[in-house]
């Protein structure tokens, strides 16, 4: 039993360390710098080295700040060979969340998690994080049950198959709140958010239309419920994602097949950056 749980060990710390290379360029970086230095081929490389590094560092986040701020192109600085997707993909009920996940999910052979499953699924669990849930959700009190959902989040995150393939998160998180959270004390963050922009109207129209497969959430108070939530925090999460670099915002009024091309192409164009916009 042992065994298992130091593999686990050795697989989160290599995603911590991950996280650390991709927030600050360390491997664009050095990528950079051995290619200048293979044209240049300096007598003394060390000398050179040490003096060009930093002109290095500085040009790469400059262009990049750059691109992420105006949403152009960034020539030659790419994803990282090894990079991992963790991706959350955020809007109203009946903004397509799920549709595109699943697409997602397929495109870039990610981990598909579902935020109210996994937490309806923890429920039938006898271990500490189930009775913490348990306990939360009976007392309903909002920080409580946010911080032992929080910590189920964390738990799946952490498994083996999200820290190799990486994920793709939809129905958390909800509120201001929980993104400061999961963006700033998560081990393992995010580094996209896909912000999928309607109109309530739309919104409506489509949960209204969709099959009844008998679930929770296909009655109109369910989703009265979703939509009145989802008012009452817009303002502050669009207030919070507007600031970071990871959001990136696609309209979700047309077509499934024209918002997943849109979304595929601002994925692949705009810069790999993490943390807040200057």
Known sequence: MAFPLKKLAIAEYSAELMVYFEKH???EII???TAEIGIVRPTNPQYWIAANIRRIADEFYQKCLKASYR?????????????HHRII??????????????????RFNLIYID???????TFFRSDIIAKKLHKAFLHDVAKEKSAAVSEVIQERLK???????GWVLINYPRNVE?????????????NKLIYLQCTELLAMRRLVTKPDLGCPQDTCRYMEYEMAYFAQNEEAVNEYLARRHETIYIDSGPCFEAVRQNLWTQMERLPYVMGYKN
């Open 115 to 121: 935020a109210e499953r996994l937490i309806y699924q």
């Open 89 to 106: 993909i955020f809007g109203r009920s009946g903004s397509g969340r799920k549709t595109q996940a699943h697409a997602m999910a397929k």
């Open 178 to 190: 929980e993104f400061t959270n999961m963006f700033e004390n998560f081990k393992i963050p995010p």
């Open 25 to 27: 360029k360390i491997m």
């Open 31 to 33: 990528t950079r710098l």
């Open 159 to 165: 498994q083996m198959d999200a820290l190799r393939q």
């Open 71 to 83: 949403g152009r192109n960034f020539d030659y600085y790419h994803l990282p060979r090894h990079f």
